[in-house]
């Protein structure tokens, strides 16, 4: 009996105000819901804030609590400091607190885990204050097979890390066997595409109505280093060459007074498979590009990822020049939730 009153007591204080409610039902939007999905919301938010220690038994209402009252779930989200799915384990080596700055080794194990492990960017700090983040790969121990990475975390103003408080580290990718082949020629005679190329139809940040697809496959540009040129694509077709595995150029030739050279990177949201080209003439000196386009095509089957080099390099000086690139793959993409929550106070 003491206990329910005691829990009672401790949760009626972080139920929601009457004024937040207000707020929320008023707040003004362009894409005003119905108001019964508001009030549907409305209440989802007070049953969380009411029983924050049953919402943060699930990822689903961890996550809706973290973004209602962040300091609330991080006060019932229990302390684990190990955690494993996909055969890969995640586990917190040291903790670290000083000032505005806290710092945990993450040590990773199992499963496809190797030296040139990568959280490809899609890890995650929880933590009930602003802050800024980064996370490096530190150490690989090959006897263990475990790869260790140091996340850093500072307070967006400078304060100090508030005492007594959790953070919670979250990845949901992995990347493994990653290789990196730099310097490499590649076998493509260049005068061979000293020519006007066919381009294809692109399209910028206005995609084609829903379900038009004229001809079968459109590509739709990201970001572009050449202004107005960005949206200017060469047509892909047959591979030309494949300079590394997973990278092949699939087209080349003039297109708006530049020279492109396409180069293919199959779904690059897997693989990050990406390269940086350039071009040397007899005597070794070298022609950077300037400006690459991206682009992305997108059928029933799948996206691929493109991007196009260009250079201001006229057809006739083509002649007596080579490519040549640096090549950056990845063979496995690891998708699940590893997710630590520990103290925030220094080990030993």
């Known amino acids: 009996m003491n206990f329910s009153k005691t829990y009672r007591r401790m949760n009626e204080p972080v139920g929601p105000s009457p004024d937040l409610i207000r707020k929320t039902l008023s707040h003004p939007d362009r894409h005003r819901l119905p108001l019964r999905r508001l009030a549907a919301a409305a209440a989802v938010a007070a049953v969380l804030l009411a029983t924050p220690a049953l919402a943060v038994r699930s990822e689903a209402g961890y996550a809706v609590l973290y973004r209602i009252a962040p300091a609330v779930a991080q006060f019932f989200q229990p302390v684990q400091e190990a955690c494993t799915d996909s055969g890969i384990t995640m586990e917190v080596a040291a903790v670290r607190v000083e000032g505005d700055t806290a710092q945990a080794y993450i040590v990773l194990s199992g499963g496809p885990v190797d030296a040139t492990t990568d959280l490809f960017d899609s890890w995650s700090f929880h933590l009930p204050f602003d802050q800024t983040g980064r996370c490096e790969r530190v150490a690989w121990d090959e006897a263990t097979g475990t790869v260790t990475f140091l996340c850093t975390v500072k307070t967006m103003d400078g304060s100090p890390i508030p005492t007594g408080g959790k953070m ?65 694509m060469l047509q892909p077709g047959e591979v030309l060459a494949e300079p590394a595995e997973g990278l092949p150029i699939t087209a080349a030739g003039y297109a708006d007074g530049l020279f492109h050279i396409q180069l293919c990177r199959g779904d690059a949201s897997r693989t990050d498979n990406h390269a940086f080209l350039w071009m040397e003439d007899a005597d070794g000196r070298e022609f950077h590009c300037t400006g690459i386009s991206y682009f992305t095509g997108e059928t029933a089957g799948g996206r691929t990822d493109y991007m196009d080099f260009l250079f201001a390099v006229p057809p006739e000086d083509l002649a007596g020049c080579t490519l040549h690139g640096n090549f950056y793959t990845a063979a496995t993409l690891t998708e699940g939730l590893w997710q630590v929550t520990f103290p925030l106070e220094n080990t030993d």
């Open 168 to 232: 919670t580290f979250s990845v949901r990718q992995l990347l493994t066997g990653k290789k990196a082949m730099e310097g490499v020629t590649v076998d493509l005679k260049l005068t061979n595409y000293a020519q006007e190329a066919e381009t294809a139809l692109t399209w910028g940040a206005d995609l084609p109505a829903a379900g038009v697809r004229e001809p079968e496959v459109t590509y739709y540009s990201a970001t572009g280093g050449s202004g107005d040129l960005a949206s200017v």
